[in-house]
């Protein structure tokens, strides 16, 4: 699995930044090229989305297994690995896994473990990989006819245009999806679930950053016990005015975390 993937700058600290569902490298430019001034920041397409192949397994282990495969391939000497959602708990296995492989993870506005409203976030994205399985592509001329048919069953605006932004207008001037929608769709229950296991022995002893959005419900108190219990050496942050998706609601503070944790490790 060669996954796609962004590049900025060429000197400080190796970044490898995975994002969420239904996210992809593009997601996340703006904050890559200012990151890219003082470091090494590789952005990637995880498998089943973006421009990266796609396959009929879209699990944590076979993305974490991805990931650790990116990190060999390009020879990249112990990065930091940070992730969004999906992508955080995909940081979080890899460091589990491959913990020789890495400096440090940041993990974004996700808990690794199983959460509390675990079937009604698995529901949710049901529901909308539904409605886009259903929405006849053959039939749309454009995004915009494309939301107004979606926005039938998704009111919400901005979720709209996220999903959207993974549209696009092939060499005939149809339209597909970039990610593979009936991977991601028959593996959702997988997908909402946890990387990691509370009931194993183990501890997580690379430093971690959590990132957690003030307005978010991803990464609740409940969730707050059981990581600091996993991971032996983590740092806590949460972010005023921002929901789940923080790089985007309020770039210029999480860049600061971000960076204020990579320089306080280097000390």
Not at 60 to 75: G, R
Not at 103 to 120: L, M, T
């Amino acid at each position: 699995m060669q996954l796609f993937f962004r590049e900025f700058g060429n000197s400080g600290e190796d970044i490898i930044i995975a994002h969420g569902l239904y996210g992809c490298s593009d997601n996340w430019v703006s904050v890559a090229k200012i990151l890219g001034q003082t470091n090494h920041v590789f952005v990637v397409d995880l498998r089943n989305h973006g421009h990266s192949p796609h396959s009929n397994e879209h699990s944590y282990p076979a993305m974490c297994n991805d990931l650790a495969e990116f990190i060999e391939s390009k020879n990249i000497k112990k990065p930091i690995v940070a992730g969004h959602s999906m992508g955080g708990r995909c940081a979080a296995l890899l460091a589990k896994q491959y913990p020789d492989l890495l400096s440090r993870i940041i993990i974004v506005d996700i808990s690794p473990f199983d959460c509390e409203n675990q079937k009604a976030i698995s529901a949710f994205h049901e529901n909308i990989l539904t409605v886009l399985k259903c929405l006849n592509l053959n039939e749309i001329r454009s995004r915009q006819d494309a939301a107004k048919k979606i926005s039938k069953k998704i009111n919400d605006t901005n979720l709209q245009n996220f999903l959207l932004k993974n549209l696009y207008r092939t060499a005939n001037g149809g339209f597909l999806w970039r990610f593979n929608l009936p991977s991601i769709l028959n593996n959702v229950n997988n997908i909402i679930c946890g990387s990691l296991k509370q009931n194993e022995n183990y501890k997580i002893k690379i430093p971690t950053l959590l990132i957690v959005g003030k307005k978010s419900d991803y990464v609740v108190s409940s969730d707050i016990e059981i990581i600091t219990n996993k991971f032996s050496d983590i740092k806590i942050q949460t972010i005023e005015n921002a929901g789940h998706w923080i790089h985007a609601e309020n770039p210029q503070i999480f860049i600061d975390c971000v960076q204020r944790f990579i320089n306080t490790q280097l000390q």
